[in-house]
């Protein structure tokens, strides 16, 4: 487990999140810099995010509350979801993602009690799933949220895929991972997913 991280879905004004971007990298970030938080990756949407929205991850080693992240954000930009969250087997460390391609977000939920082996199966099953060679993908995060005391709960599986299609065609996994994914279906209550680009940190390199 490395540190802790925020889960933003930020809401702009007007019709794109151009204006909310420049905000970010030149406003919000340098501050969250000045008390050791980094960001892992802003994401633009394919599909399930709006024109107007970002999707960003942020991260720090430091036991911080969820105000670090959003204060600076109070009357400027609109969070419209926020999850405090730790990583589980990935990533190892917040390093920044990276790679351009298509990025799914997707939400499971899930008992508290069940987090450690939906994380032990996912590690097992990827070591088939990202080796495939009739696609690309590999999983950049799989995080459950910081405070699990209650019964019912929630993890987010990050995914990088070089295009929609690797996505369409990682739905017929290879053996071993397709029988570990379906034993983490039999523990998840359901599952949300959204599309994104990644678009910063590489946007102000």
Same mark, same amino acid.
């Given at each position: ?48 995010? #709006? ?10 080693? +430091?036991?911080?509350?969820? *105000? &670090?992240?959003?204060?600076? $954000? ?44 939906? #994380? ?10 990202? +080796?495939?060679?009739?696609? *690309? &993908?590999?999983?950049?995060? $799989? ?63």
């Amino acid at each position: 487990m490395s540190g802790s991280y925020c889960y933003l879905h930020l809401r702009g004004k007007g019709r794109d999140n151009r204006a909310m971007l420049d905000v970010l990298l030149t406003q919000i970030i340098p501050q969250w810099q000045q008390i050791d938080i980094s960001v892992w990756g802003i994401f633009n949407g394919l599909f399930g995010v #709006a024109s107007n929205e970002l999707i960003v991850v942020a991260a720090t080693g +430091n036991d911080l509350p969820l *105000s &670090a992240y959003t204060r600076p $954000l109070s009357g400027i930009v609109k969070v419209r979801k926020l999850e405090h969250l730790d990583a589980t087997v990935r990533p190892v460390t917040p390093a920044p993602c990276e790679k351009s391609g298509v990025y799914v977000f997707r939400s499971f939920y899930v008992f508290n009690e069940d987090v450690a082996e939906i #994380a032990r199966l996912s590690n097992e099953a990827w070591t088939t799933f990202e +080796n495939a060679g009739d696609y *690309s &993908a590999q999983p950049m995060g $799989l995080f459950c949220q910081r405070e699990r005391t209650s019964r019912k709960g929630k993890m987010l599986l990050v995914t990088w895929y070089d295009s929609l299609t690797s996505w369409e065609t990682s739905r017929e996994p290879p053996a071993q991972a397709r029988r570990n994914f379906l034993q983490r279906h039999f523990m998840t209550r359901r599952t949300v997913a959204i599309a994104t680009r990644l678009i910063a940190p590489q946007a102000d390199a």
